[in-house]
């Protein structure tokens, strides 16, 4: 999957990755994607769980080698 | 967002770990777009104490519960196995050790995230303390009334 801009959240554990994702978005563009990589599990259920609550569109995690690549669509208004 | 879902936390306690808890789930909230409004009461309000310097207040008793219960975010104690600092000084490390933020870079975090902190000046004027006490990121200083008005209107409350 092709993304407009990556966030690193290897190492860190929750809040972090959702704190990191929150404030990325922020500053991006209306429909455009951005990919968190992530090694902490718990991303698997928070990242959908976080997009559902914002409004933004979860795309899908890709799973490669105990890291996780979560992509996220920043919503239209 | 006009009506954004709010959600409150009372910290009652003054411990590290629970204040780490209710700090995660604060940041949570407010980077999921919520409000989030923490009232800080009886030994919580150790947390939102500054640093340095020392409480002054009016009589013995007070100034020396002033002494013993000192606060500031840096000088928590944990609820289990501080062991005169030597274990919270260990917890401080396996923190290190996976990234995760001291109590202050929490709390830092959270006013970025625009969390609220609201003082209880009743347990103020029971044990003494002014004001001048606490960090200035306290947004206001207020009673149960002020709590009961957010917390009905909030989807998530909870007591730590």
Redesign the interface.
């Known amino acids: 999957m092709k993304a407009d801009a990556i966030i690193d959240c290897i190492g860190l554990y929750c809040p972090m990755p959702i704190v990191n994702t929150a404030k990325k978005v922020r500053e991006m563009g209306e429909g455009q994607v951005l990919e968190i990589i992530a090694d902490d599990e718990g991303v698997k259920q928070d990242m959908p769980n976080w997009a559902r609550m914002t409004g933004n569109e979860f795309l899908g995690i890709e799973e490669e080698k105990g890291k996780y690549h979560v992509f996220v669509k920043k919503k239209s208004r | 967002m006009a009506d954004k879902e709010k959600m409150t936390l009372i910290m009652f306690s003054g411990e590290m770990d629970k204040v780490l808890a209710a700090f ?1 789930i604060a ?2 909230g407010a ?3 919520m409000d989030v409004t923490m009232f800080f009461t009886f030994w919580g309000l150790n947390v939102i104490k500054k640093n340095e310097g020392s409480i002054k207040s009016k009589g013995i008793m007070r100034n020396m519960l002033n002494y013993m219960n000192r606060g500031g975010a840096k000088r928590l104690p944990l609820s289990k196995f501080h062991m005169a600092g030597a274990g919270k000084a260990m917890m401080q490390r396996l923190m290190k050790d ?4 001291q109590v202050d870079e929490l709390m830092r ?1 959270a006013k970025e ?1 625009g969390v609220k902190f609201i003082a209880c000046t009743t347990t103020m004027g029971m044990m003494g303390i002014t004001k001048d006490a606490f960090i200035t990121e306290v947004d206001s200083f207020a009673g149960v009334a002020t709590y009961i008005a957010v917390a009905r209107e909030s989807k998530i409350n909870l007591f730590i």
């Open positions: 995660n940041i949570g980077s999921s777009g996976i990234n995760f933020p975090i995230l």
